[in-house]
Nanobody, 116 residues
């Protein structure tokens, strides 16, 4: 069974930084792609970034401010968020596409709050 556990959310002022982590326990399954979505109350979940082989992809709203990375040895993915804006406030969810699983797997979510 694959589980994703997020950490690193919190409150920060506009212009500040946070780093989110998503640790995956895979029981030997191969993770193909990992990424982040975010959601605010009353809105649909919004794509933020993904990392796969061979590269990364970002939403236009975070390009140049957020950096996604992955430590394969630790089975952990990171989202470094710089120059945060109040509109980045959301619950951030990590996800993984895992070989042998037909659906994406999701973490529990971590709250990010950016105050002006």
């Amino acid at each position: 069974q694959v589980q994703l556990v997020e950490s690193g959310g919190g409150s920060v002022q506009a212009g500040g930084s946070l780093r989110l982590s998503c640790a995956a326990s895979t029981s030997g399954s191969r993770i193909v792609t990992m990424g982040w979505y975010r959601q605010t109350p009353g809105k649909q979940r919004e794509f933020v970034a993904l990392i796969t082989n061979p590269g990364t992809k970002y939403a236009d709203s975070v390009k140049g401010r957020f950096t996604i990375s992955r430590d394969n040895a630790k089975n952990t993915m990171y989202l470094q968020m710089n120059s945060l804006k109040p509109e980045d406030t959301a619950v951030y969810y990590c996800y993984a596409s895992v070989q042998g699983y037909t659906s994406l797997l999701w973490g529990q979510g971590t709250q990010v709050t950016v105050s002006s």
